[in-house]
T-cell receptor
């Protein structure tokens, strides 16, 4: 029973264009969402987060959008760069279980030069 | 510069062996976590600890145990390794209060033959 789903295992975009990575969740108790980026042979690194009281958070080229009614969040990368090529995981935290993160299965992004 | 270190990057063990994976963090974080990452499944929580000598089962604790004798160190133990425990193991830590990102170590690629 996957509570956090990333339905696209891979995505390929041209350098300079927008990358949009999607994530769906089923549990309405989630109140905080995070995106992590992972390069091969390295641990995931935190990228950006959003609280459920917001619908948008922006940090440089990265923007996360949250649609609570649809239980959907997305990560936009504009403009995409070859160095963005990595696996991206979305994660969610429950308001009643602040220790635990529930991760999606990841989307592999390839940015073509 | 925050750091989570793991004792080995690559490990090869035989079925039935006892395996110890060590994790150390230098951020004085209360919470520490052990995940495994498998293709198509994302990161799944094995165990976590919110204080010295305290531990709680995650989503897939079977076949594993943990030890936290000091705040900075969290060990994952495979009592009798099996081939289905071949995986990437990731340690993480975060601070106790509020919405905090988890910091990850570089991972240990364990192969059980």
């Amino acid at each position: 029973d996957q509570q956090v789903k990333q339905n696209s295992p891979s995505l390929s975009v041209q350098e300079g264009r927008i990358s949009i990575l999607n994530c769906d969740y089923t549990n309405s108790m989630f109140d905080y969402f995070l995106w992590y980026k992972k390069y091969p042979a390295e641990g995931p690194t935190f990228l950006i987060s959003i609280s459920s009281i917001k619908d948008k958070n922006e940090d440089g080229r990265f923007t996360v959008f949250l649609n609570k009614s649809a239980k959907h969040l997305s990560l936009h990368i504009v403009p995409s760069q070859p160095g963005d090529s990595a696996v991206y995981f979305c994660a969610a935290r429950r308001m009643d279980s602040s220790y635990k993160l529930i991760f999606g299965s990841g989307t592999r992004l390839l940015v073509r030069p | 510069d925050v750091k989570v270190t793991q004792s080995s990057r690559y490990l090869v063990k035989r079925t039935g062996e006892k395996v110890f994976l060590e994790c150390v963090q230098d951020m004085d974080h209360e919470n520490m976590f052990w995940y495994r990452q498998d293709p198509g499944l994302g990161l799944r929580l094995i165990y976590f600890s919110y204080d010295v000598k305290m531990k709680e089962k995650g989503d897939i604790p079977e076949g594993y145990s943990v030890s936290r004798e000091k705040k900075e160190r969290f060990s994952l133990i495979l009592e009798s390794a099996s081939t289905n425990q071949t995986s990437m193991y990731l340690c993480a830590s975060d601070a106790l209060a509020g919405h905090n990102e988890q910091f990850f170590g570089p991972g240990t690629r364990l192969t059980v033959l």
